[in-house]
């Protein structure tokens, strides 16, 4: 469960981390009020459950409550990767002089948790630690033992924290570890932490993501959830009892089992493909919830091709066939797609959906091949017509 930026920076100053004097405005006017109430330069950023807002015109500054009306304005109502902007969190402006990463997230490889910091603050972590990871400064955390301050002070050393600010880093790297444990969070993050003109460390964006499967025992942020700010796919995939994450790519996913859906995830990727999603059907899923997970995935105008990967255990191939059938017999599906089936009552499932004209994959290598190969020739020829012709200069033959 994410954290809307003014929930996240709420809960971060019950823990004594400084954050900006800031209210939400759900209109312009409101938007005016708090800007004049303030009286100086605001930032007016929308409060939407997705990444990226700032390069979609999501975060604006204004000099005066008028420019801050005009700004609002701008935002409110647009859409930022699938979500409306409903609502904006008016903040004071910050005089920044450097700006730092900190952060706290689970490390599978490590299988710890692991707290991170970096002078390169404001941009993207994943892209900072992709191509200049020396520049992230990194502590495994025990679960077994309390954050030590020499621990935090060996992180602050590693990321050139200037020393007259070292006392508020670790106070805050000590406030983020006890909400990270508390919330049962996957991620606490302050991006970027800002060392203001005057001296003063401050959060200037914030994000928390809480674990789903400790909610039931979360009630201070369960409420937090808004149905409206969450992908709608995402939200009915829920509702089914689906495990569904949109991704960013064109082609659709279905498998059964995590670990084979992320694989799957994997190979689409190294055949040259983009993954549109995660669908994991579970365990034993019957014909329903099959018929239920392609209509979600065939519903994201983004996918091109959907590939379905079925090792069937306790899951039954023929009612993953016969789910499909379902799906199609009222879908409009005008994209290929391509199955694999293995496991148990293999041949009855290969034979229902071989009888409907859908493309088989003897293994997962050869599905994920076919189907991106099958999307490039869908997409190509019409980027190749749409090309402009130009005259070659006869000097060049």
Known sequence: ????????????????????????????????????????????????????????GGVKLADNPDHAESRAREILGMDIKGLMVRKVLVEEALSIAQEFYMGITNDRTARRSVMMLSAMGGMDIEEVAHSTPEKIAKLHLDPNRPLADFQIRSLIYGANVP???????????RSLHIIFTALDASL??????????????IAGDAKIVVDDNALYRQSGVSGFQEKADEDPLEQRAREKGLHYVRLSGNIG???NGAGLVMTTLDQVSQEGGAPANFLDVGGGAKSDVVKAALEIVSSDPHVEGIFVNIFGGITRCDDVANGIIQALSHLKLECPLVFRLSGTNEAEGKKIL????????????????????????????????????????????
């Open 1 to 56: 469960m994410k954290l809307h930026e003014h929930q996240a920076k709420d809960i971060l100053s019950h823990y004594h981390v400084p954050i900006p004097r800031g209210e939400v405005a759900r209109d312009s006017r409101e938007v005016y009020a708090i800007a004049q109430k303030f009286g100086k330069p605001v930032a007016i950023k929308a409060q939407v459950l997705v990444g990226g807002r700032g390069k979609a």
């Open 163 to 173: 020393p007259r600010n070292w006392r508020d880093f670790v106070a805050i790297a």
């Open 188 to 201: 606490v993050e302050i991006n970027p932490l800002v060392i203001t003109g005057e001296g003063s460390v």
């Open 253 to 255: 996913i279905i498998g």
């Open 354 to 397: 071989g009888e409907a004209n859908l493309i088989p994959a003897a293994s997962m290598q050869e599905g994920a091949r076919r189907i991106v190969d099958l999307v490039k020739e869908r997409t190509e020829p019409e980027s190749i017509a749409a090309a402009p012709a130009y005259d070659v200069p006869a000097e060049l033959y």
